[in-house]
């Protein structure tokens, strides 16, 4: 009996591990012989930046379907294996693992939020798979290695952008910052609007944080009341956002509110509501845009989930769009080389506009501000880099 | 001076709604000797039942209006009282005679299956939700800036009157009465005819009451774990103690956030507990017990 027990405890370890080389066969050798190319996304589907994921996925789904429509990618149909990570830290590494060594995809898009890429990012550089951040835009994101790519524009251009139009502009003299300082994205953001509204003679009232996931700012806010600053710069995600609104009106703070990009959400205004009225925020595209290529993408996106695209949905299928270019220029999917077309690629016509790729692997390209009207998000200007 | 004020005000509003979540782990605590995680899942529930009642109420009182308000809130703490009471009828009750730890364990477990069940998308859904005004809203600004809004002023009013309410149920009547006997000595209350489990459940629906009552007020889900730590603050099962342990919290935190850093203001706060159990062990106004080995 016991003798056949081990016999049983053997041959399972024998087939377990069996089933663990398989899966661990470098992805470009099982795909020579597979007729489809596999994507793999990792996406915030659920939890406190859920529109995030859902938008940016629902682009690149879009994305994945128009280029099958229009005969794949080398011959073949691509494949888009989505994995949500519930805006939680520890997911992404756990499910990029996953997608790359279980699932075996070439290439890896996503996150939205930086903190959550930076997980990601070193994962997929060791198993040189290139990846491509749709939305992060925290500097560091790309710095993990030369197999980390972004389309969208990096936070001391945003930050720049939004210190220069505060100034400029809305003609500030005196702000207050209150920053997310569990967020990668938020602190890199604040501290390149700092920089640049100060050396363009600007004065900062006061610098408070919170940690997302705080739901009363009351303390923060009253601190920042009573330096009494002619504008407040709250570079977060829209749920914290969205309440800071609400709890500087019942503190009697009357003042303008602005940010980045996190503010983007079509939750944004139902959280925060009439307080985010006349309150500005820089981001990558607006879906009032006249151009072709941004209102052919708008109709499109509309015929199928029936909704207006925020920047995310746009974002996300742009980097589908542009991973799908690269394979085309390498000619196959293998990691290094769809790399090196992705680093070289110029001049790229994305629905979020120009793409070029630098040297640091960043996209450069222009920022759009848009303002909160009667609840819906304007056009305000385009600030080219 | 002003901003100092300011702060107080947020706090003692911040540290009310504290309060009302600590009595109900106290309560429990005070009778069966065992913490119940999960009542920081009936203040999340209490908060949803307001959410999906408001439109409702709406069709019949106006709102957003004291009235309308105060039915909303009535309803919710209605609902996650029988909820309460159920939690305590299908997991706590079998388990009356078992190890305090296995008690313990399958709180943990209700607690993680609520949250669980709720964020699914066919259930809450784990996209955060904005909560409707269901209060009135005022804003008295008083000389030199100091400003009070109608939600601070409705906050002390409800936690003031449900105080008011539990220590004339818990003092001056016959269940109060069996409750105190209940925390005294079980089998004894037991032997003198007291019906043991009828005053458990109406113990676990009041503080499950109570916890929907903070929901309402506070939009949005706390950590029921710092309403845990007001109430071993206050000294666990003592009533008055979770009240003040709620307040010194929640003025702390603000303070905290306001003068130093909100990065700080846990650390700070669990700090100050962790001083006060070194000096007085049974909380602030907890009994001395001698544990018998």
């Known amino acids: ?385 | 001076m002003t901003e100092f004020l300011q702060q107080l005000i947020n706090g003692l509003a911040l540290g009310s709604i504290l309060a009302l979540i600590a009595l109900g782990y106290t309560m429990v605590y005070g009778i069966l000797r065992f913490i119940n995680f999960a009542h920081g899942d009936i203040f999340m529930l209490g908060a949803f039942a307001g959410f999906y009642l408001a439109p409702k109420v709406a069709m019949f009182l106006p709102m957003p209006s004291i009235g309308g308000g105060l039915a909303v809130m009535g309803i919710s703490m209605a609902i996650c009282a029988v909820v309460g009471i159920l939690i305590e009828k299908l997991a706590y009750r079998p388990l009356r005679r078992s190890p305090k730890l296995t008690v313990l364990i399958t709180a943990i477990g209700v607690s993680l299956l609520i949250e669980y069940t709720c964020q699914n998308d066919h259930v809450f859904g784990a996209a955060p939700k904005s909560f409707p005004t269901i209060f009135p809203e005022y804003h008295i600004t008083q000389l030199s800036g100091l400003s009070l809004n109608s939600n601070q002023i409705i906050v002390f009013a409800v936690t003031l009157i449900l105080l008011l309410a539990l220590r004339f149920i818990v003092l001056k009547t016959k269940i109060g009465m069996a409750m105190r006997a209940l925390s005294f000595n079980p089998e004894a209350a037991a032997l003198m005819g007291i019906n043991t489990d009828i005053v458990i459940s109406f113990t676990f629906g009041l503080g499950s009451a109570l916890a929907a009552a903070a929901g309402i007020l506070l939009m949005g889900v706390l950590p029921g774990l710092k309403a845990f730590v007001a109430a071993v603050l206050g000294g666990i099962g003592n009533l008055p103690g979770a009240a003040l342990g709620g307040v010194i919290i929640g003025v702390t935190e603000t303070l905290v956030a306001g003068y130093i850093s909100s990065t700080y203001r846990d650390a700070i706060a669990f700090g100050i507990l962790i001083i006060i159990l070194l000096v007085k062990p049974s909380g602030l106004l907890g009994k001395k017990e001698i544990e018998k080995v």
């Open chain 1, 1 to 385: 009996m016991k003798i056949w027990r081990g016999q049983i405890l053997s041959a399972a370890v024998l087939a377990v591990s069996l089933f663990l080389s398989g899966c661990n066969k470098p992805p470009g050798e099982s795909f020579a012989t597979s007729d489809v190319i596999k994507v793999g996304e990792f996406a915030s589907m659920t939890g406190s930046e859920a529109t995030f994921g859902q938008s940016s996925h629902q682009g690149t789904q879009l994305a994945i379907d128009d280029l099958n429509a229009a005969d794949g990618v080398l011959g073949k149909k691509l494949e888009l294996h989505m994995e949500d990570d519930q805006s939680q830290a520890g997911q992404p590494a756990t499910v990029v693992r996953k997608l790359i060594s279980s699932d075996g995809v070439v290439a890896i898009l996503g996150e939205v939020a930086s903190s959550r890429s930076l997980e990601a990012a070193p994962i997929c550089q060791e198993n040189k798979i290139p990846m491509i951040s749709p939305a992060s835009t925290n500097p560091k994101v790309t710095e993990a290695g030369d197999y980390i790519f972004r389309v969208c524009f990096i936070d001391p251009f945003q930050g720049t952008v939004m210190a220069n139009f505060s100034r400029k502009t809305l003609k500030l003299q005196n702000v207050a910052v209150l920053t997310d300082a569990k967020s990668d994205y938020s602190l890199g953001l604040a501290k390149f609007f700092k920089e640049g509204f100060v050396a363009d003679g600007g004065k900062i009232a006061a610098e408070q944080n919170y940690s997302s996931g705080d739901k009363d700012f009351s303390a923060e806010l009253t601190a920042i009341k009573a330096a009494n600053p002619d504008g407040i710069f709250v570079p977060g995600y829209y749920t914290e956002v969205g309440l800071i609104a609400l709890q500087a009106k019942q503190l009697g703070i009357t003042v303008p509110l602005f940010g980045g990009d996190g503010w983007e959400s079509s939750a944004l205004v139902p959280i925060g509501g009439a307080a985010l009225e006349g309150d500005y925020f820089s981001t990558h595209y607006s879906p009032q845009d006249t151009s072709p290529a941004v209102q052919n993408f708008v109709k499109e996106f509309k015929a199928k989930y029936n909704s207006t695209p925020d920047a995310m949905a746009a974002l996300g299928y742009d980097s589908a769009m542009i991973l799908a270019a690269a394979m085309k220029t390498a000619g196959t999917t293998d990691g290094a080389k769809v790399r090196d077309a992705l680093a070289a690629t110029k001049n790229f016509a994305g629905v979020t506009g120009k793409i070029t790729i630098d040297a640091n692997r960043n996209a450069s390209k222009a920022a759009v501000i848009l303002t909160i009207n009667n609840g819906q998000f304007q056009y305000v200007q385009t600030v080219q880099p």
